[in-house]
C-alpha cells in the first residue's frame, strides 16, 4: 500500500499531537522535575534534577516548527539551569541528554532566529552551559585506562567508593558530544578524552574481536562477557559509526568496519542477532533485545540496505505480535521473557525506520511507522502525556514517560512522514555565516542524531578554532610545486580573496563566496538554495541585486526570504567552478597534512573520503555533478612530504591515531555520485545512503566491498 499525501500529512500531524500533549502535561504536572509521571500527573527527578524533560525536548520543539517555545526555554535554561547540587548523576545520561540536548540546541539556535553571539557557532550561552555539564564529567575519566566511572557528583566528582565496574556503552558513547565540544572550543580535552576510552575499550576486546558487557575501568578486565549489539553496549557501535561520519575519522570506521564483520560472524542468525560468549563466540541465548532496533539504521549509514531491511522485518514482526516490542523477547518460544516484557517507549525501531525510509522510500516503512504510531497512541496515551508499558501483553501500563520520548521517538517519527524537514536536507541548500575569518556555511543537511536523537550539524564544526587558517591558506596561496588544471592558469592577486572592514569579507568568486553580481555580501545569515533537474541540465546562471532578486537563464528559483539581510545565492558556472577549484588544491602543504596520508595523490574535491570540511561551502552542491567532468584533468603530484605544513588540533589527534608517512602518493579510483547512477558504485556509502546522509559524510568504500573482495579470492 502507497500512502497519500493526505494520509501522509495525517501521521505526521498526529506525531506532533502526541509530542504537544506530553509536553504540556510535562510542563503543567511535572515541571521542574525530570520527568512527568503520567498516571498519577505529577513529576519525579531521575537523572539529577535538571528538569531533563524541558532539554531533552527543546530541539524537538524547532522540529515540529514550535520556535517561539523554542526561544523561551532557550532563555530559561541559560538562565536556571546549573550544575553545582551535591547529587550523583550517570556520566553516560548526562552526557547523551544534557550535553548533546544542549549542544543541538546551540547549533539550531540561528534556525529559530535566537539573538547570537557574534562568535556563533564558537560561542553562545547555550554552548557555554554544555561544557560547564561537560567539565562536570571528565572526573570519571581519571582512571588507569582512561576509560569513565560511571558515576560522579556534580559538586564533588567521583563518590568515595564509586564502583569500578562500567558497562561497554558507558565508555564507548561520548566522542559525538565531547568531539563536538572541541571542534568548537578549541578545547582539545574533550575529544582526546573520548577517544582515548574509545582505544582503551577497543584493546580490551577478545582474540575473536567481541566486546562484552561490563569491564572493570581500573584494571580493564571483564566482568561480565556476554557480547552482543543490546544493552550494555548498543551505543558504543552506535558511536563508532557515527563518529567517525561526523569527525571524518578512518580509525573510527575502521573500529566499525573490523566489529560488524565480526558481529556478522558470531552473533547474526537468521537475521537475528543472538548474544554470544565474548570469548568463544558461542551463542548463549537466542533473545532479541527492544534497544537493538537501532541496528538496521547502522547498517543502512553504511549502505548495508537488504540485509538491514530484512532484520526491521523480524523486529517489525515482533511489534506486530504485541503492538510494541517488549524488552527481551524469546526468539525460538516467540514470547517476551518474564520481567522483561515492558515497552518504555523507546525510540530505536523508529530510528531505524526513519534511515531506511531515507535510503529507499520503501512505502512499507511508512506502514512500519504507522504501525507504532497508532499503538502508541490507543494504549500508551493518558490524560497527562504517554505512559510506558509496563507488560506488552496485556497493555498495563506504568508510571512513567521517559524523556526520550519527547527527544527521540515523536522526533523520529515526525520526521518519517515529514520528508521535507531542514533536518532532512540533502545538501541543495544552506545558510552562510560570516566569521572573522571568510564566511562559514551551516545547516546544509547531513546532520548527526546522538543517541538521544539530538542532532549535531557537521558543517558547524568545521567553523571554529583551528581551521579557518587553514582554509584560508588553502584558498588565497598557489604553490607550483602541484600541477592542476590545464586549462586554468595561475590566479593573479586580484583574483584572491579580499578582506573587508569589520572582520567580514566581500563576495569572492571562491570557494567561500559565489560571485553575485551587483552584490555585496552583508552581515547576517545568507540562504544558499539548490534548484532541480541538476539545474535545468547544468544551465544555472543568475543575477542578484541588494535588495531583490532576478533570475536570468536556465530556468531556476531564486527566492527572498524574510530578514532584509538574506539572500539566495547564485549558482556557478564550470569555469568558476574550475577556478573555485583549484583554489581549494593551492596550498597543498596544509591540505594534504590535514587529512595524512590516506588522502596524498588524491583528488581532494572528488575523493569522498578526503572531501575537506571547507567543501560543504557554497559550491558543494555543484562539485559532485563535474567531478566525473574534471577528475582526469586534476593532476595532483605532491613533490614534498607530509610532515611538512602547520598542524591544529584535528591534525594532531589524526596523526596520533594514523602516523603520517613518506610514502609516495599514490592515485585513486575515483568514484562519484554519477557512478551511483550508472551502477559502478554499489560499494559506495554515499551510493547507498545518499538521500539521507548528505554527500560531505561519505567515508567511502564499505564493507561489502572486502566481503566481495573474500568471495573473489574463495571463488
Request: aromatic share 10%; net charge negative; glycine share 8%.
Amino acid at each position: 500500500h502507497t500512502m497519500s499525501q493526505s494520509e501522509v500529512k495525517k501521521y505526521r500531524e498526529t506525531v506532533r499531537s502526541m509530542f504537544q500533549h506530553a509536553y504540556d502535561g510535562y510542563l503543567r504536572h511535572a515541571y521542574p522535575y525530570d520527568e512527568l509521571r503520567p498516571l498519577t500527573c505529577d513529576g519525579m527527578d531521575t537523572w539529577g534534577s535538571y528538569s531533563l524533560t524541558l532539554i531533552d525536548a527543546l530541539d524537538t520543539l524547532l522540529v515540529m516548527g514550535n520556535v517561539t517555545e523554542f526561544r523561551r526555554v532557550s532563555e530559561l535554561l541559560t538562565k536556571t539551569l546549573k550544575f553545582e547540587t551535591d547529587v550523583n548523576v550517570s556520566v553516560f545520561e548526562t552526557n547523551i541528554r544534557v550535553v548533546g540536548g544542549l549542544l543541538a540546541a546551540h547549533l539550531l539556535s540561528q534556525k529559530a532566529g535566537v539573538e547570537l553571539d557574534p562568535g556563533w557557532p564558537c560561542s553562545g550561552p547555550l554552548l557555554t552551559l554544555a561544557e560547564k555539564a561537560a567539565k562536570k564529567l571528565l572526573p570519571a575519566f581519571d582512571t588507569p585506562t582512561g576509560m569513565p566511572y560511571g558515576t560522579v557528583n556534580l559538586r564533588h566528582g567521583v563518590p568515595h567508593k564509586e564502583t569500578p565496574i562500567t558497562c561497554t556503552a558507558g565508555i564507548g558513547t561520548f566522542i559525538i558530544e565531547f568531539g563536538t565540544l572541541s571542534r568548537l572550543t578549541g578545547n582539545s580535552v574533550y575529544e582526546t578524552t573520548a577517544l582515548t576510552a574509545l582505544e582503551a575499550l577497543w584493546e580490551s576486546r577478545s582474540e575473536i574481536g567481541l566486546v562484552g558487557n561490563h569491564i572493570n575501568v581500573l584494571n580493564g578486565k571483564w566482568i561480565a562477557t556476554e557480547s552482543s549489539i543490546g544493552a550494555g553496549i548498543d551505543s558504543y557501535f552506535e558511536y563508532l559509526i557515527k563518529g567517525a561520519i561526523l569527525l571524518k575519522n578512518n580509525r573510527l570506521f575502521d573500529m566499525f568496519e573490523e566489529s560488524y564483520e565480526v558481529i556478522k560472524e558470531y552473533l547474526k542468525h537468521d537475521d537475528w542477532y543472538l548474544t554470544a560468549a565474548m570469548k568463544s563466540g558461542s551463542i548463549i541465548v537466542p533473545v532479541f533485545q527492544s534497544l537493538e532496533a537501532f541496528w538496521p539504521g547502522m547498517q543502512t549509514l553504511v549502505g548495508d540496505i537488504d540485509e538491514a531491511m530484512a532484520t526491521l522485518h523480524n523486529y517489525h514482526q515482533v511489534w506486530r505480535q504485541y503492538g510494541f516490542t517488549p524488552e527481551f523477547y524469546n526468539i525460538p518460544a516467540g514470547r517476551p521473557i518474564e520481567r522483561r516484557e515492558g515497552y518504555p517507549l523507546r525510540p530505536e525501531l523508529a530510528e531505524s525506520i526513519l534511515y531506511l525510509y531515507r535510503a529507499t522510500n520503501d512505502p512499507y516503512l511508512l506502514m512500519v511507522g504507522k504501525d507504532m504510531i497508532e499503538s502508541i497512541e490507543h494504549s500508551a496515551r493518558t490524560k497527562c502525556g504517554y505512559s510506558s508499558v509496563k507488560d506488552v501483553r496485556s497493555h498495563v501500563l506504568d508510571n512513567r514517560m521517559e524523556s526520550f520520548f519527547l527527544a527521540e521517538t515523536t522526533k523520529y517519527l515526525y520526521l518519517l512522514f515529514d520528508s521535507g524537514n531542514f533536518l532532512l536536507n540533502d545538501g541543495a541548500y544552506g545558510s552562510a555565516v560570516n566569521m572573522s575569518w571568510g564566511t562559514c556555511v551551516v545547516h546544509a543537511g547531513g546532520y548527526i542524531y546522538n543517541t538521544e536523537a539530538h542532532p549535531i550539524d557537521p558543517a558547524a564544526l568545521h567553523c571554529c578554532h583551528g581551521a579557518q587558517e587553514e582554509w584560508r591558506a588553502a584558498t588565497t596561496e598557489l604553490d607550483s610545486d602541484y600541477t592542476m588544471f590545464t586549462d586554468v592558469s595561475k590566479p593573479t592577486q586580484s583574483d584572491r580573496p579580499t578582506p573587508r572592514h569589520s572582520g567580514s569579507t566581500a563576495a569572492q568568486d571562491d570557494i567561500f563566496h559565489s560571485k553575485i553580481k551587483g552584490h555585496e555580501v552583508r552581515g547576517g545569515r545568507h540562504e544558499v538554495r539548490g534548484v532541480g533537474d541538476r539545474g535545468r541540465e547544468r544551465g544555472w546562471e543568475y543575477e542578484t541585486e541588494t535588495n531583490d532578486t532576478t533570475s536570468v537563464g536556465g530556468g531556476g528559483m531564486v527566492e527572498e526570504t524574510d530578514d532584509d539581510d538574506d539572500v539566495v545565492i547564485s549558482r556557478i558556472t564550470l569555469t568558476e567552478l574550475e577556478k573555485a577549484v583549484a583554489r581549494i588544491l593551492q596550498n597543498t602543504d596544509d591540505v594534504f597534512h590535514h587529512f595524512s596520508e590516506e588522502c596524498a595523490g588524491k583528488n581532494v574535491l572528488c575523493s569522498p573520503t578526503c572531501r575537506a570540511p571547507t567543501y560543504t561551502s557554497l559550491l558543494l552542491q555543484e562539485a559532485d555533478d563535474y567531478c566525473d567532468a574534471v577528475s582526469e584533468a586534476i593532476n595532483i603530484r605532491p613533490k614534498k612530504n607530509m610532515v611538512q605544513g602547520s598542524m591544529n588540533i584535528e591534525q594532531v589527534y589524526d596523526s596520533m591515531i594514523h602516523p603520517v608517512s613518506d610514502k609516495p602518493a599514490v592515485t585513486p579510483n575515483i568514484l562519484t555520485l554519477d557512478h551511483c547512477e550508472q551502477g559502478r558504485g554499489e560499494g559506495l556509502f554515499t551510493c547507498r545512503a545518499r538521500p539521507f546522509m548528505t554527500r560531505f559524510s561519505i567515508l567511502g568504500q564499505i564493507m561489502t566491498d572486502n566481503n566481495n573482495n573474500k568471495n573473489n579470492k574463495n571463488n
